[in-house]
């Protein structure tokens, strides 16, 4: 009697995977974005990645969906959407999640282009995005070539966040505000540090920890 074979998926890596579910998530937002032709190398990202995971076959829908609509992909996108800062900032922190810094800084710096200080929440969505910006500058895109000047552009985008903060008072008191706030100081500090402004540094950092302090005694 023939025995009975039991045909198992082929093993999945989990970094694989928790990449192609992180490509296939860029793709849904980019068709939020009306970026049809990204959102598409972006699953097909997904599948090549791992195109046995659930992410993986969903992309490859997705994708074959897109590629079937020539119109579509050959559309330009409505650049003035008022949701669209939203879906570049979840853009950007998707990428970078998978080590994708580059993508991560063009998808933020596609938020600082479409703020407007009328939308709702503008100022923090464009405070965090501006304190992304410095992050990646100073942290991870480290190539001098692409990024010429990147401290004192890293340094420029810290002090946008910052100001936009200082101006956005009734989020700057909430704990989100000052976690953001108390980031950018310290971050800023570090900067100062490597380009030997040893008293610009210390300023910040004496900020820092006095900012710390009252944030504390009002949890106590």
Avoid at 37 to 43: E, F, G, I, K, R
Avoid at 110 to 138: F, I, M, Q
Wanted: glycine residues 4%.
């Amino acid at each position: 009697m023939p025995s009975r074979h039991h045909h198992h998926s082929p093993l999945q890596d989990p970094v694989q995977m928790a990449e192609a579910k992180a490509y296939c998530a860029i793709g849904d937002k980019l068709v939020r974005v009306q970026q049809y032709s990204a959102a598409n190398d972006a699953y097909q990202k997904a599948v090549a990645v791992c195109p046995h995971s659930g992410a993986g076959r969903d992309a490859q829908f997705k994708s074959d969906s897109l590629a079937s609509n020539d119109a579509l992909l050959a559309s330009k996108p409505n650049v003035g959407w008022k949701y669209a800062s939203r879906f570049w900032y979840e853009i950007g922190e998707a990428y970078f999640s998978i080590g994708k810094y580059e993508e991560a800084l063009s998808a933020f710096e596609e938020v600082l282009k479409r703020y407007t200080p009328s939308a709702s929440d503008a100022l923090s969505w464009n405070a965090y995005a501006w304190s992304w910006t410095g992050c990646l500058l100073h942290n991870y895109c480290l190539d001098e070539a692409m990024h010429p000047h990147r401290l004192d552009r890293a340094l420029y985008a810290y002090n946008r966040s910052q100001s936009q903060l200082n101006s956005y008072e009734a989020y700057l008191k909430s704990p989100e505000g000052q976690a953001l706030y108390l980031y950018v100081l310290h971050e800023k500090a570090g900067i100062f540090k490597e380009q030997g402004h040893d008293e610009a540094a210390q300023v910040c950092a004496r900020k820092e920890a006095e900012l710390s302090l009252r944030a504390k005694m009002r949890q106590s």
